[in-house]
T-cell receptor
Framework: SQQGEEDPQALSIQEGENATMNCSYK?????LQWYRQNSGRGLVHLIL?????REKHSGRLRVTLDTSKKSSSLLITASRAADTASYFC????????????FGRGTQLTVWP | DSGVTQTPKHLITATGQRVTLRCSPRSGDLSVYWYQQSLDQGLQFLIQYYNGEERAKGNILERFSAQQFPDLHSELNLSSLELGDSALYFCASSVKAGEGEQFFGPGTRLTVL
C-alpha cells in the first residue's frame, strides 16, 4: 500500500524556473526521503530529512518537513533540462526495520 | 553508479515459468531490499534481508521467494509467473537495517508473455 501522495502528478516548467513538489503522508515517521528516477532506471537518493528537522538543503535542492501537517516539499531551484525525471517521496512509517513506503511520484519535465 | 548490481537487465518469459533475479549489494552493505515497480501498484516493498536473515516482509506473493547468501548477494525467485508479474524489480542495499538512505540497483525488467 502507498504511504506518500505526491502532488502534482506532473509538472512542466522552463529551464531556469523553480520546481516545487509536495508529499503528504498518513502515519508518524522517523524520516522522509526523496528519490529521483530517470525513465525506467534505478532510483537515486536525493535527500533525507529526519522527523525532528524542519528544513534541509543540498545544492539546488531544498526540502521542508511539517510533521504536524504530515507533509513535505521538495524545491529544485534554477531547474535544468537534466532535472527531467520522476521524483518520489518515501517514508518509514515510524518503523526502524528500514523498509520504505513510496508515493506515486511527480513527473517533472523541464523544457530547454 | 550506485554500486548495486542486478542481473539480468531484461527478462522475457512465458506464463507459468520460473525465473531468478540476482542482486549484489554495495560493498559493506549488510541489508538488501527488493521492490517491485508496476504501473498499477507503483513502487512496492517485497522483502528485506539483513546479514543473511529475513528481516521484513511486505507485499510478496507466496509464489515469490528470496534469500541472501553468506557473501551477501541476494536472489529473488519468481515462480508460476502470471502476466501481472510483469514489472521492474529493484534491489536496494543499505549499511544498516534501519534508518538511512538506500542505494538502488538499475533494476530487472521482467516481461511475462
Amino acid at each position: 500500500s502507498q504511504q506518500g501522495e505526491e502532488d502534482p502528478q506532473a509538472l512542466s516548467i522552463q529551464e531556469g524556473e523553480n520546481a516545487t513538489m509536495n508529499c503528504s503522508y498518513k502515519t508518524s515517521i522517523n524520516n522522509l526521503q526523496w528519490y529521483r528516477q530517470n525513465s525506467g532506471r534505478g532510483l537515486v537518493h536525493l535527500i533525507l530529512i529526519r522527523s525532528n528537522e524542519r528544513e534541509k538543503h543540498s545544492g539546488r535542492l531544498r526540502v521542508t518537513l511539517d510533521t504536524s501537517k504530515k507533509s513535505s516539499s521538495l524545491l529544485i531551484t534554477a531547474s535544468r533540462a537534466a532535472d527531467t525525471a520522476s521524483y518520489f517521496c518515501a517514508t518509514d512509517r515510524g518503523s526502524t526495520l528500514g523498509r520504505l513506503y513510496f508515493g506515486r511520484g511527480t513527473q517533472l519535465t523541464v523544457w530547454p | 553508479d550506485s554500486g548495486v548490481t542486478q542481473t539480468p537487465k531484461h527478462l522475457i518469459t512465458a506464463t507459468g515459468q520460473r525465473v531468478t533475479l540476482r542482486c549484489s549489494p554495495r560493498s559493506g552493505d549488510l541489508s538488501v531490499y527488493w521492490y517491485q515497480q508496476s504501473l498499477d501498484q507503483g513502487l512496492q516493498f517485497l522483502i528485506q534481508y539483513y546479514n543473511g536473515e529475513e528481516r521484513a516482509k511486505g507485499n510478496i506473493l507466496e509464489r515469490f521467494s528470496a534469500q541472501q547468501f553468506p557473501d551477501l548477494h541476494s536472489e529473488l525467485n519468481l515462480s508460476s509467473l502470471e502476466l501481472g508479474d510483469s514489472a521492474l524489480y529493484f534491489c536496494a542495499s543499505s549499511v544498516k537495517a534501519g534508518e538511512g538512505e538506500q542505494f538502488f540497483g538499475p533494476g530487472t525488467r521482467l516481461t511475462v508473455l
